[in-house]
């Protein structure tokens, strides 16, 4: 479970203070599929960042599961966010690495047996259907080929939660939605999904839960949300 409870997040540049997140409350249950939507700079990316213990809050609680991002150790991160896949808009793949060794690299921060990084990288490709693409680099790859390694990467150290960070953002239409369908598969096989995203038309297919964002503050949270800006 996922809990923001009254959390707001200020940078102070010189003398002026920005507001990226402002009193912002929610749940999120395990199994849950949940998008953020907003425009640019609207507060994703930072909810985002929140949770991965990449910032703290300067007001408010983040929770995830047991860990309290406030008083998470530096050596209890890496725990976290092997507990944690993340999918971003550039892909984020290693260019002189292939496909396995992008998605092996993975396995091996986290001091994975080589017997298993044998094992469970095909199969993670496999189910992204890229298990024929397995030693192509990326300069090899379509976008949504790329994307789907990013994925495979992201669910190798089988985490409780993704969260895919304008993961179509770069692609083409047919690739997008091929992305989302995994997505949606993820989830149905039981990985909590959140999704930051600004394109209308996907969430208005998927009809799940939609937690509105506008300026850094929640504006609407609906269980079958469309997008709607303010």
Do not use: C
């Amino acid at each position: 479970m996922i809990i923001f409870q009254n959390v707001s997040k200020f940078y102070n540049n010189n003398s002026h203070q920005t507001t990226a997140l402002e009193d912002a409350s929610f749940t999120i249950n395990s199994k849950e599929f949940v998008s953020l939507v907003g425009k640019s700079g609207a507060g994703k990316s930072t909810i985002v960042k929140l949770l991965i213990a990449e910032e703290k809050p300067t007001n408010g609680r983040v929770i995830f599961g047991s860990y309290d991002v406030n008083k998470i150790k530096q050596h209890e991160l890496p725990q976290l966010r092997r507990r944690i896949g993340v999918i971003f808009q550039d892909f984020r793949l290693l260019p002189n690495k292939t496909s396995f060794e992008n998605v092996a690299f993975a396995l091996e921060a986290a001091g994975r047996l080589q017997s298993d990084i044998e094992e469970f990288v095909p199969q993670a490709l496999e189910m992204v259907g890229l298990k024929d693409k397995m030693f192509n680099f990326p300069k090899e790859l379509s976008g949504g080929e790329k994307q789907r390694v990013a994925i495979a990467r992201a669910m190798i150290n089988h985490p409780d939660m993704i969260i895919a960070d304008e993961p179509t953002g770069n692609l083409d239409p047919i690739n997008a939605w091929e992305i989302i369908k995994l997505l949606i598969k993820i989830n149905e096989l039981g990985t909590t999904v959140l999704l930051a995203t600004h394109n209308k038309e996907i969430i208005n297919y998927l009809e799940r839960r939609v937690i509105n964002l506008e300026n850094g503050r929640i504006t609407r949270d609906e269980e079958k949300g469309k997008y709607i800006l303010v």
